[in-house]
């Protein structure tokens, strides 16, 4: 049913919806889905998002996203491995889209079920997604570039977001792919992730790459806030080790204090080492899928006991490639 009051309120915002679209939220207003949209939260290069209030139920975004193909050309990359792109790269951008809402759906339930802090996704049709509301009192959830912190809260967000980057790997076996401040949202001092439409399965031939790339995001991130964090190198390790003994934990953390040195800045030798470290790691390139991770952890210990003048090529090593 739809209230009056609310048709006023969709004009304004349907101004900018193509007719299609509009049809789209008609019928879900006339199913009882939605009752009115608020107000635009965020027009995107890819999608816009809006608001929708309710008085007792739920408080939903809508994604919608946009039908340009220009916009997925940019895309290509993240579909390819996806069995259901493996037709190929639609021509019709309609379909294109409605694939890339489908995923983003699909993706979401994966990581909500699996306890991933993430919006509930409720349902899809084409090319619009809703899902649970992230924010309070009808303000959107600030993202994590936004939001001020003091130290210890940060490091509580870098451990947060570590985990999140944990579990999406080993539970819901996927990468996020676009993982940065962007993209993390932060919510009653929680961190939570958003916009998981390009995240891939350990098929994609770039998953591994697309994992280094999200930790350099956050890596880098965390860093600018002032707070010790780990080398990319450990971080990545600890994201795809399968468990997080404690002895691994332990580690990490030496290799943490190590670099700190409760404050003290590293010497000349000691930077350029990290940055030639650093740099072997993001030029290295990885052969193998992350489908073919088998007994990755003696193969993580393997490395790491003989890790010196080795560079990240050795993760070859892992999947027999
Ligand atoms: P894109 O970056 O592709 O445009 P996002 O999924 O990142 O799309 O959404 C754009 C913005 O909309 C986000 O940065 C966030 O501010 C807001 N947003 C997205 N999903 C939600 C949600 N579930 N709850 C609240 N705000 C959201
Ligand atoms: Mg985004």
Not at 166 to 192: A, I, P, Q, T
Request: aromatic fraction near 10%.
């Amino acid at each position: 049913m739809v209230r009056h009051k609310d048709r006023a309120d969709r004009a304004t915002v349907e101004g900018v919806l193509d007719p299609r679209t509009r049809r789209i939220l008609d019928r879900l207003m006339s199913n009882g889905y939605l009752h009115s949209m608020q107000g635009c939260i965020s027009t995107g290069k890819e999608a816009n998002v809006y608001h929708e209030e309710e008085e007792e139920e739920l408080e939903v975004a809508i994604k919608i996203f946009k039908t340009s193909i220009l916009v997925f050309k940019d895309r290509e990359k993240y579909v390819m491995g996806d069995y259901r792109f493996r037709k190929g790269y639609s021509k019709n951008p309609r379909r294109m889209v409605s694939l890339w809402a489908e995923k983003e759906f699909r993706n979401l339930k994966r990581m909500y079920l699996a306890g991933v802090p993430c919006p509930r996704p409720l349902l899809f049709r084409s090319h619009v997604l809703i899902m649970e509301f992230l924010g309070e009192g009808g303000e959107a959830a600030p993202k994590l570039k936004d939001v001020k912190l003091d130290g210890q809260s940060w490091q509580e967000s870098y451990r947060q977001t570590f985990l999140i980057m944990r579990l999406l790997f080993h539970d819901c076996k996927l990468v996020h792919g676009d993982l940065s401040e962007y993209n993390l949202v932060y919510v009653r001092r929680k961190v939570m992730v958003i916009d998981v439409g390009q995240s891939v399965g350990p098929d994609h031939p770039c998953s591994l790459e697309f994992l280094r790339k999200d930790a350099v995001n956050v890596r880098n991130f965390f860093s600018s806030k002032g707070i010790p964090v780990l080398p990319l190198r450990s971080f990545f390790e600890l994201v795809v080790s399968p468990s997080l003994s404690e002895e691994t934990e332990e580690a990490a953390k030496e290799e943490e204090t190590d670099q700190q040195r409760s404050g003290q800045p590293l010497t000349r030798t000691e930077e350029a080492e990290h940055d030639v470290e650093e740099g072997v790691f993001l030029c290295s390139s990885f052969p193998q899928r992350l489908a073919d991770f088998k007994d990755a952890e003696r193969e993580i210990e393997k490395l790491a006991e003989g890790r010196e003048g080795q560079d990240f090529r050795n993760y070859g090593v892992m999947t027999g490639m």
